[in-house]
């Protein structure tokens, strides 16, 4: 098990820039595979990036605008968000799992708590 802190959140006009934090704790966190998901109000949580031994993948809406990183000897992920849209507005949630196909379909074992990201227009 890992667990899994985010921060970064806030609000941010159309057009801004935020950069979301996610603190695994767990000494194998380098063999997970990490990941951002998101949920809007009245939708369902979908996937946006995620990390792994393997490399990053993305969304394809995302692809351009936000991207992953990962930093091992802080045992954190970064999501850089840029040019963030109002529909970007969302709970984002950090995710880890030991499967990277589990995790691009949210199938994972540990979850973040969330981060609320609110982009006016």
């Known amino acids: 098990q890992v667990q899994l802190v985010e921060s970064g959140g806030g609000l941010v006009q159309a057009g801004g820039s935020l950069r979301l934090s996610c603190e695994a704790s767990?000494?194998?966190?380098?063999?997970?595979?990490i990941g951002w998901f998101r949920q809007a109000p009245g939708k369902e949580r979908d996937f946006v990036a995620g990390i792994s031994s393997s490399g990053t993948y993305y969304a394809d809406s995302e692809k351009g605008r936000f991207t992953i990183s990962r930093d091992t000897a802080k045992n954190t992920v970064y999501l850089q968000m840029n040019s963030l849209k109002p529909e970007d507005t969302a709970v984002y949630y950090c995710?880890?799992?030991?499967?990277?196909?589990?995790?691009?379909?949210?199938?994972?074992?540990?979850w973040g708590q969330g981060t609320q990201v609110t982009v006016s227009s």
């Open positions: 767990g000494r194998t966190f380098s063999t997970y595979a």
């Open positions: 995710a880890a799992d030991l499967s990277d196909e589990s995790l691009r379909v949210g199938v994972v074992s540990n």
